[in-house]
């Protein structure tokens, strides 16, 4: 309905086109571009997905030292989220929560609300057979991989102490949800196609965690993220230039969906609310 469309700035990727003559033929892709494309008011949603407060680093230094990307987005909730989730909250989108870890969410309404509609829990995935083998080869990864052995019991402790951050706690009956079902329910309720994704992190969680876009996307849904509102897991190697959130940035916008930048997106959303009804609470 035109009367539902949101015009907005978008960040996109050219894929295209490769050229031979070149030494490096990917050099000569078109690469980023903006533009201004539409979204439909009552079929796009906002997501914010594991915006964890995870303590300080004296109550989980494991934590910390192994998951280096916590105070950025402790920065990221403090200085983006408030302007950006007053204009969702003042526009005609919905804002849903994705979360996980503990049970810090369980007495929120919109998880009540999407643990209805979704019914019972998900069958859980089938999986092969374990062997004494396998399980020395997780150990050694759990050692020397991710978190580490002397940060491990930090990782255990967390799901004591997570909670929201301030800045990204639902508001009243906002969705909130724990897995796909039930982020799929949701949607379905709402009628919603398009999810437009904050949170942490661009290349972990947000892509493959239960509610990421991998997901949804096989659900039909659209995936975008907005830029300033994510970070990502770096490395060694790129973690000076955050590198890692560059690389994820553009898998969303060749794999999924938009990327938008946050002022943009905020400044269409009050436009859009001069010309657009609010939905019935």
Same mark, same amino acid.
């Given at each position: 309905?035109?009367?539902?469309?949101?015009?907005?700035?978008?960040?996109?990727?050219?894929?295209?086109?490769?050229?031979?003559?070149?030494?490096?033929?990917?050099?000569?892709?078109?690469?980023?571009?903006?533009?201004?494309?539409?979204?439909?008011?009552?079929?796009?949603?906002?997501?914010?997905?594991?915006a964890w407060d995870c303590g300080t680093f004296e109550q989980v230094p494991g934590v910390w030292r192994s998951c280096e990307?916590?105070? !950025?987005?402790?920065?990221?909730?403090?200085?983006?989220?408030p302007p950006l989730l007053t204009a969702i909250r003042k526009s005609p989108l919905r804002l849903f929560h994705v979360v996980?870890?503990?049970?810090?969410?369980?007495?929120?309404?919109?998880?009540?609300?999407?643990?209805?509609?979704?019914?019972?829990?998900?069958?859980?995935?089938?999986?092969?057979?374990?062997?004494?083998?396998?399980?020395?080869?997780?150990?050694?990864?759990?050692?020397?991989?991710?978190?580490?052995?002397?940060?491990?019991?930090?990782?255990?402790?967390?799901?004591?102490?997570?909670?929201?951050?301030?800045?990204?706690?639902?508001?009243?009956?906002?969705?909130?949800?724990?897995?796909?079902?039930?982020?799929?329910?949701?949607?379905?309720?709402?009628?919603?196609?398009?999810?437009?994704?904050?949170?942490?992190?661009?290349?972990?969680?947000?892509?493959?965690?239960?509610?990421?876009?991998?997901?949804?996307?096989?659900?039909?849904?659209?995936?975008?993220?907005?830029?300033?509102?994510?970070?990502?897991?770096?490395?060694?190697?790129?973690?000076?230039?955050?590198?890692?959130?560059?690389?994820?940035?553009? !898998?969303?916008?060749?794999?999924?969906?938009?990327?938008?930048?946050?002022?943009?997106?905020?400044?269409?959303?009050?436009?859009?609310?001069?010309?657009?009804?609010?939905?019935?609470?």
């Open positions: 309905m035109p009367g539902d469309e949101i015009a907005v700035m978008a960040n996109y990727y050219q894929q295209f086109d490769a050229d031979y003559s070149r030494k490096v033929p990917g050099a000569a892709f078109g690469g980023w571009r903006k533009g201004e494309i539409t979204l439909s008011a009552s079929h796009t949603a906002a997501v914010v997905m594991h990307y916590v105070p !950025r987005s402790v920065r990221i909730a403090q200085t983006v989220f996980g870890g503990g049970d810090y969410y369980k007495e929120c309404p919109g998880y009540r609300r999407a643990v209805k509609l979704a019914g019972g829990p998900p069958e859980p995935p089938l999986q092969v057979e374990s062997d004494p083998v396998v399980q020395r080869l997780r150990q050694f990864r759990a050692d020397n991989v991710w978190r580490g052995a002397h940060n491990n019991a930090d990782g255990a402790k967390l799901s004591e102490i997570l909670d929201f951050l301030p800045e990204a706690r639902p508001e009243g009956d906002e969705g909130v949800a724990e897995d796909t079902p039930q982020l799929l329910a949701l949607c379905r309720e709402a009628g919603v196609n398009h999810l437009i994704y904050a949170g942490f992190a661009i290349d972990a969680c947000l892509l493959m965690s239960p509610g990421g876009m991998i997901d949804m996307s096989r659900h039909g849904v659209m995936c975008s993220a907005i830029r300033q509102a994510v970070t990502a897991v770096e490395n060694r190697e790129t973690a000076r230039t955050e590198a890692a959130k560059e690389l994820g940035l553009w !898998r969303v916008a060749v794999m999924f969906g938009f990327v938008f930048d946050a002022d943009d997106l905020t400044r269409a959303l009050y436009t859009g609310i001069r010309d657009i009804d609010f939905r019935a609470p």
